[in-house]
């Protein structure tokens, strides 16, 4: 009985945070779509090749707000909030690699969003309990 239990509600956050990462990259792209397309617009675009650093930041940035509208919604707190949006901001340390000559543009922008990926999920296994409850 106590298997079934354990299995039963290990199977069940497993499916809250799939579902909560899901939303956070919804939110993400949805924030991105939005203030990118503004921005656009306003003709304030920065071209990746140019400007990897800035390309980067702005795109976090969408991103982040995007994602923090979500989770406030969602009824997240602050602090949570504010560590799921800092790791948008983990792979601004590999412009370093580009600014170097190191890496190239195109390999930053998949570099960039695989550890952003990866960052994620670090902050949502480590607050997990708050994640599948929400």
């Known amino acids: 009985m106590t298997t079934t239990t354990h299995t039963t509600t290990t199977t069940s956050m497993g499916r809250a945070l799939a579902r909560h990462y899901l939303e956070m990259v919804v939110a993400m792209f949805a924030g991105m779509l939005v203030l990118g397309s503004l921005r656009s617009v306003l003709g304030l675009d920065v071209e990746l090749g140019d400007h990897p650093g800035t390309w980067y930041v702005l795109m976090a940035t969408d991103m982040s707000v995007g994602m ?38 195109s390999a930053f922008m998949t570099a960039t969003h695989v550890l952003m990926f990866v960052a994620m999920a670090a902050v949502l296994w480590r607050r997990r309990h708050e994640y599948a409850h929400c």
């Open 68 to 105: 923090a509208a979500w989770m406030r919604y969602r009824g997240h707190g602050w602090g949570s909030t504010r560590e799921m949006c800092a790791a948008m901001y983990v792979p601004a340390v590999l412009v370093v690699l580009v600014w170097s000559g190191a890496m190239g543009a």
